[in-house]
C-alpha cells in the first residue's frame, strides 16, 4: 500500500479483540471539493478483506461483518472495493447497503504443469510461437529505464493516454523486483536487439498477476504471447497459480481465452451517495 499509494492517503479497516487481529481491510481514499472518497489503488487488483484462515465460519462472518460496518462508517460518497476471486460472499456488505457487481478475469488455477498448459493453447498462438522463436530472443533482464518510454510509446500509437504515471510504475516495477516478486523481461529481434514486446508480473507465493505490458509497433504476429508462455514457465518455479488481472474489455478478453485459461468471476462491491456517482464510479 506504501508503494501504490505514494503521495495518496490510506488505511486499514482492523477487526480485532483480545489481543488478537482476526481480519483486515486496507483502502484508498481521497477528497475531491471537500468530500471523501474510497477506491482502489492502481496496479492494485484487490485489497481485502483478508480474514485469520483459522477461524471457524461463523467467526469468520462476524469478521467480515465487522470490517463491512467499519468501511460504512468513513461516510465516503463514492466508495469501490474488488475482492480477490477466493471471496464468494459479499453478504455482509449488501446489509450495510453496498451493492455489488461481478466482474471477470482469466486464469491458471495452477502452474504446475506449464507445457500441459501450453497444451492447451489454441493452435493460432502455437503456430505464431514458432515463427517469433526463429526471429527473437527472450531478455530477462530488461532496464526500467527501457520499459518506462516503450509502455508510454505503446498506448501513444493507440491514441491513448498512459493512465499510469510514471513515478508509479518506476515505484511499483522497482519495490517488486526489489523484493524478488517481480519480473521484467522483454522481447528482443535477433536481428537489430530492439525491442518488440514487454511484459511486468508481480507475485508472491500463492498466485503472479499480469500488470503491465507494451507491444512494439512492428513486431512480429505472436510476440507477446510467446514472451508471456516463456514468463511463466519460470513463474512455475516461483509461485502456484496465475491471474491475467482483467478480460472486461472483449479484445483482451479474446486473447486472455485463447491460452487455455478458465474465466473467473470476482465481486466487487460499491456505493454512493450521490445521484450520479455510479456513473463516476463507472469513470
Known amino acids: 500500500m506504501e508503494t501504490v499509494c505514494e503521495g495518496k492517503e490510506w488505511d486499514v479497516m482492523l477487526s480485532k479483540g483480545h489481543g488478537r487481529l482476526f481480519g483486515a481491510m486496507p483502502f484508498l481514499y481521497g477528497r475531491k471539493l471537500g468530500m471523501k472518497y474510497i477506491l482502489q489503488p492502481q496496479l492494485t487488483p484487490w485489497c481485502g478483506p483478508w480474514v485469520d484462515p483459522s477461524l471457524d465460519a461463523t467467526s469468520r462472518q462476524y469478521t467480515v461483518a465487522a470490517l463491512a460496518a ?24 449488501l446489509q450495510q447497503g453496498f451493492q455489488s457487481i461481478t466482474r471477470h478475469t482469466y486464469r491458471f ?4 504443469d506449464p507445457e500441459a498448459l501450453y497444451a492447451k493453447a489454441s493452435r493460432i498462438r502455437r503456430r505464431y510461437d514458432k515463427g517469433v522463436e526463429t526471429t527473437c530472443v527472450i531478455d530477462e533482464h530488461l532496464s526500467l529505464d527501457e520499459f ?5 510509446d505503446y498506448y501513444r500509437r ?3 493516454r498512459d493512465l499510469i504515471p510514471e513515478s508509479l510504475l518506476r515505484r511499483v516495477v522497482t519495490t517488486a523486483c526489489g523484493r524478488n516478486q517481480g519480473l521484467l523481461w522483454g522481447l528482443r529481434s535477433r ?10 508480473v508481480a507475485y508472491d507465493e500463492r498466485c503472479a498477476w499480469s500488470l503491465l505490458l507494451a ?4 513486431a512480429p504476429k505472436g510476440a507477446m504471447s510467446y514472451l508471456m508462455w516463456q514468463m511463466l514457465r519460470r513463474l512455475s518455479s516461483l509461485t502456484l497459480s496465475f491471474d491475467f488481472e ?8 479474446f486473447f486472455y481465452s485463447s491460452f487455455g485459461t478458465e474465466q473467473t468471476p470476482y465481486i ?5 451517495r450521490l445521484p450520479f456517482g455510479k456513473r463516476l464510479l463507472g469513470l
Open 158 to 160: 493507440r491514441g491513448e
Open 70 to 93: 467499519g468501511l460504512r462508517r468513513e461516510k465516503a460518497v463514492l466508495c469501490m472495493q474488488c475482492f480477490s476471486p477466493e471471496i464468494s460472499d459479499c453478504q455482509p456488505f
Open 109 to 112: 488455477p495452477s502452474l504446475a
Open 191 to 200: 536481428e537489430d536487439n530492439s525491442l518488440q514486446a514487454a511484459w511486468f
Open 215 to 218: 507491444i512494439g509497433e512492428n
Open 268 to 272: 466487487c462491491i460499491y456505493h454512493s
Open 148 to 152: 518506462v518510454p516503450f509502455h508510454i
Open 246 to 253: 482483467g478480460g472486461m474489455d472483449p479484445n483482451l478478453a
